[in-house]
């Protein structure tokens, strides 16, 4: 462990020793990966990003309620399961539209 240590130390020193002063100016050009100075228009892209993950998420997690629902063989507690799964997702479903129209109207409201 020790002769581990001591190589990592020596290692780490070595690095300051071979680092050298670059005085050459490199010209970069960025471009914008957003493509909007609009902070409106910035946010209106995130949040159809974020709801087409939260619809593709919610699709796939009612599929996967509706299969548990259906492969029960009349299991109560996979029944149970499976309702509790189609309940919360469609709840989080509308929790996540109901945020969404209410961004749209503060933004249709802070910017009118």
Excluded: C, R
């Excluded at 259906?70 to 945020?99: H, M, N, P, R, Y």
Aim: proline share 1%.
């Amino acid at each position: 462990m020790k002769k581990i240590s001591n190589f990592f130390y020596f290692a780490s020193l070595s690095l300051f020793v071979v680092t050298k002063k670059v005085s050459a100016v490199t010209v970069v050009n960025v471009t914008n990966p957003i493509q909007t100075s609009d902070f409106s228009v910035l946010v209106g892209n995130v949040l159809q990003w974020v709801l087409g993950v939260a619809g593709s998420i919610s699709l796939l997690m009612l599929i996967a309620g509706g299969i548990m629902y259906i492969t029960s063989a009349g299991d109560e507690q996979k029944i149970a399961t499976s309702k509790k799964l189609i309940t919360w997702t469609i709840f989080g479903l509308i929790v996540v539209l109901a945020s969404y129209s209410i961004i749209v109207v503060l933004d249709s409201i802070l910017t009118d």
